[in-house]
């Protein structure tokens, strides 16, 4: 119980054949969601430093935000920065985080070898593991040739073998939001065809809006974590709208259904990844 090693809980499920969640807070009542659900549901949970909310509050107050809430709580949970870029990871290590992506994936090929590795140099002096992502994920609606943006598989290879990360963000047909019209079907193919260049757990962002049979297929195929925001926000939305539908009311009510929903949410996202029933006060019943 409390914080958890993330590399211990990827492996288990790999072992395990299922997968992890990591969800983005955006404030207090969000944070409280997150760490509800994994309470309700037993399940370890990554909670996101995502990017929205470094310039809203700043790095070091979204992490002891994170830090303070997930403390008081019973559920096994990792602080995660999610695409941080270049000095952020840096200073995310000195805050105490226990997870980080770092993300090169805008710079040229070798340039985010090149940086990818000095990360995971300072990162696994702590003690921690990096997560990176090859590819490019479009947002939700973007118009894209999917060819140039998906993960090539040699590509793939090299990388992780000259970076020594630890967990890989792939493009697979996945975007960042929910997309309005019919979401590209994820290439699982080239998700096994990763899985076996690379050897290492994979993850997909964007995991909102993906239908259910075929985040099962990805995680069949090497899929151990997955990103989901969107969904979450909507749920946090929907409540918050359906107090105040009903009126002037006050914030705190909204607040409090808009939570109350979250929780719901991302504990059918739990479910959904097969990690439901697998924090370690589980294991101890
Ligand atoms: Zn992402």
């Given at each position: 119980m409390g914080q958890v090693d993330?590399?211990?809980v990827v492996e288990q499920a790999v072992e395990g054949g299922y997968a992890v969640g990591a969800f983005n807070m955006h404030n207090e009542e969000t944070t409280e969601a997150l760490v509800l659900a994994a309470e309700q549901a037993r399940a370890p949970v990554f909670l996101q430093v995502g990017r929205a909310i470094v310039p809203h509050?700043?790095?070091r107050r979204a992490y002891e935000?994170?830090?303070?809430v997930a403390e008081a709580s019973s559920a096994d949970y990792v602080i995660h920065l999610d695409h941080g870029p270049w000095e952020e990871v840096f200073e995310a290590i000195r805050l105490g985080f226990t997870s980080i992506m770092y993300d090169g994936a805008h710079l040229p090929f070798e340039e985010n070898i090149r940086t990818t590795r000095k990360v995971v140099e300072v990162a696994h002096a702590f003690g921690i593991p990096v997560e990176a992502e090859l590819g490019k994920i479009p947002d939700a609606d973007e118009q894209v040739d999917w060819a140039s943006y998906y993960t090539d598989v040699a590509e793939a290879e090299r990388?992780?073998?000259?970076?020594?990360?630890?967990f890989l963000a792939i493009s697979v047909g996945i975007v960042h939001g929910v997309p309005l019209s019919d979401p590209q079907p994820l290439e699982i193919q080239r998700v096994k065809e990763i899985k076996a260049a690379t050897g290492i757990p994979l993850v997909l962002h964007g995991a909102s809006g993906v239908p259910s049979d075929e985040v099962r297929a990805a995680m069949g195929a090497g899929v151990h974590k997955f990103n989901a925001d969107t969904d979450l926000r909507h749920a946090f939305r929907?409540?918050?709208?359906?107090?105040?539908?009903q009126g002037d009311r006050q914030l705190e009510e909204a607040l409090a259904e808009g939570r109350e929903r979250m929780v719901a949410a991302t504990v059918?996202?739990?479910e959904l990844y097969g990690c439901a029933g697998t924090a370690s006060s589980a294991a101890a019943q």
């Open positions: 993330p590399s211990t509050m700043g790095l935000m994170t830090r303070r990388f992780v073998d000259e970076t020594g990360v630890d929907s409540g918050i709208e359906a107090v105040w539908s059918e996202k739990m």
